[in-house]
């Protein structure tokens, strides 16, 4: 079945600390993958994605992302964290050119909150 | 350029009624597809619209149904609605067969 899972549903982390949300997927196709982040009672903003190639991608907002096949996982990494980063992370995983284009599947989310 | 709109921003129904939601694709997108987020919970796919027809569907009943204009934009009707319908609705907008989605700020609907 395809799933995404992110294990931890709320991380706190102080202002200039780094920040690492981890994210585990199950998808029997070769994956693309995609972190997207929701400010409250905001729609879904795109920070990165990965489709091919190097395996460490940069996105927006000095976040970046490391994708590691052996382990099916896409951990979002920043090294150091801003109060305006408290939010809510969805990793989310699709496919592109299948029969199943299009469909996104969404982990539950990880709240992150920042303290000053 | 406009990004991905929605109308209503929110919506309050009661159990039973019908309701009827609207998307706006971003300029030069042709596929609609609708998401389903009860708070606290990712999102879940409902379906897909391209080309006015509906390409692919999630797990939900034949209550939600909806429909594709030749404008691109689109619109998701759910009936008999349940108090389990209370959800944030999404939008999200991409060229057929890509990559990204991009998603507008949704729908808020309270039924009661």
């Known amino acids: 079945a395809q799933s995404v899972t992110q294990p931890d549903i709320h991380i706190t982390v102080s202002e200039g600390a780094s920040l690492e949300l981890r994210c585990n997927y199950s998808?029997?196709?070769?994956?693309?993958l995609f972190w997207y982040v929701q400010s409250p009672g905001q729609g879904l903003q795109l920070l990165l994605k990965?489709?091919?190639?190097?395996?460490l991608v940069q996105g927006i907002k000095g976040f970046e992302a490391e994708f590691k096949r052996s382990q099916s996982s896409f951990n979002l990494r920043k090294p150091s964290v801003h109060w305006s980063d408290a939010a809510e992370y969805f990793c989310?995983?699709?496919?592109?050119?299948?029969?199943?284009?299009?469909?996104?599947?969404f982990g539950q989310g990880t709240t992150l909150q920042v303290k000053p | 350029d406009a990004g991905v709109t929605q109308s209503p921003t929110h919506l309050i129904k009661t159990r039973g009624q019908q309701v009827t939601l609207r998307c706006s694709p971003k300029?030069?997108?042709?596929?609609v597809s609708w998401y389903q987020q009860a708070l606290g919970q990712g999102p879940q796919f409902i379906f897909q619209?391209?080309?006015?027809?509906?390409?692919q569907r999630g797990n939900f009943p034949d209550r939600f149904s909806g429909h594709q204009f030749p404008n691109y934009s689109s619109e998701l009707n759910v009936n008999a609605l349940l108090l389990g319908d209370s959800a944030l609705y999404l939008c999200?907008?991409?060229?057929?067969?890509?990559?990204?989605?991009?998603f507008g700020p949704g729908t808020r609907l309270t039924v009661l």
């Open positions: 999200a907008s991409s060229p057929w067969a890509t990559d990204t989605q991009y």
């Open positions: 998808y029997g196709a070769t994956p693309y």
């Open positions: 990965y489709f091919s190639g190097d395996t």
């Open positions: 989310a995983v699709g496919s592109v050119g299948s029969s199943n284009t299009g469909k996104l599947i």
């Open positions: 300029s030069g997108h042709d596929t």
């Open positions: 619209y391209y080309e006015e027809e509906e390409r």
